[in-house]
DNA sequence: CTATTTATCTTAGCAACTAAATTATATGTC
DNA sequence: GACATATAATTTAGTTGCTAAGATAAATAG
């Protein structure tokens, strides 16, 4: 296990990571295929999921897609019974948008796999090693988050004319 | 930093994993608005850089598109001088892809600051501590992948005429 | 030489996006 | 209350990048 150098182990992380990073892609499409939806309308979903009953256009800023997407995006969702509209009755503008109960129960025994995959693999560590891997996971979280919004905002040196 | 339970911390992993994921995305969309070129166009121009110049049809088949694709696919990379076109010189039907060393260049300066983050990140732990690391990474991308085989490959119970 | 296969490109059509215009509702000001 | 302005979602027109199918060129088999 030794057969790394401190670089070599440490390129050897950032790799995995990054395959990691990979396999997390090719899961979302897996799933969206399963759901009959593409992989932009299953990160909406995922997004009202986890955020809650939002709309239309919260779930445009939060999705960086326009608001005349969303309306498409959003028909899909419906038309798939993934989702649904909601009037709302304070603002009779906006249109609230929510995960049907059916999602909850399609998306558990879709990411069943994976999930049972990762959990029987965590069985294999104890207590401490798991709490040490999750402060590392929190950790490069924020870091690449960071590094994300770095990249984002770095202003390009000298823009070549064009 | 013992307040989660078993059941807990596993659950943490596990979303802490996730979260990871979908930051891995966000990583490659900036990188990609950063080179100028779609989501799609960088990852097949990293399938390139990693495995080499390769064929136009053998893209194709390790990206998942057509043909047709890779065609305007590879006048977009070569417009954007990431990638050139070369005669195959055994077989004249045949284009080799390769990327330009301006690639190179490029995408090491974007990756940077991911890169550096992790590197920094990854300094404050032991050589133990790393290969325990990339042991429980290594693991759980070869998890990750069986459980993406088993998500596509699972026949769906009842057809629901649609 | 001729037929078949292989590799890429071309064409036609489609799905999903953006930008801008439209409709409906809400809010501020007099 | 009436009017101007702002806001939310939808509609429309145009663009992009994909697939499927067909065309073209080159290699290979009989």
New interface residues.
């Given amino acids: ?2 057969e ?1 150098s ?1 670089d070599e ?2 390129a ?3 790799l ?13 499409q ?2 969206a ?2 759901l009959g939806v593409s992989a932009t309308d299953l990160e909406c979903l995922d997004i009202i999921a986890m955020r809650g009953p939002m709309t239309a256009g919260e779930l445009a800023r939060a999705s960086g897609l326009t608001t005349g997407a969303i309306t498409g995006l959003a028909d899909r969702l419906e038309r798939a019974g993934l989702a649904k509209r909601e009037p709302d009755a304070e603002d009779r503008r906006k249109v609230m948008l929510r995960v049907t109960p059916a999602v909850e129960k399609k998306g558990a025994a ?1 990411a069943k ?10 069985t294999d ?1 104890d ?1 401490n ?13 924020a ?6 919004q ?3 905002a ?1 202003p390009e040196p000298r823009r070549r004319s064009r």
Avoid: F, Q, W
């Fill in positions: 296990m030794d790394y401190r182990l440490t050897a992380v950032l995995a990571l990054r395959e990691s990073s990979g396999l997390g892609v090719l899961h979302s897996a799933m295929e399963r879709l796999p994976m999930h049972d995959a990762m959990a029987a693999l965590l560590y207590d090693t798991l709490a040490l891997l999750l402060d590392i996971l929190k950790r490069a979280n870091a690449a988050l960071g590094a994300i770095t990249l984002r770095r």
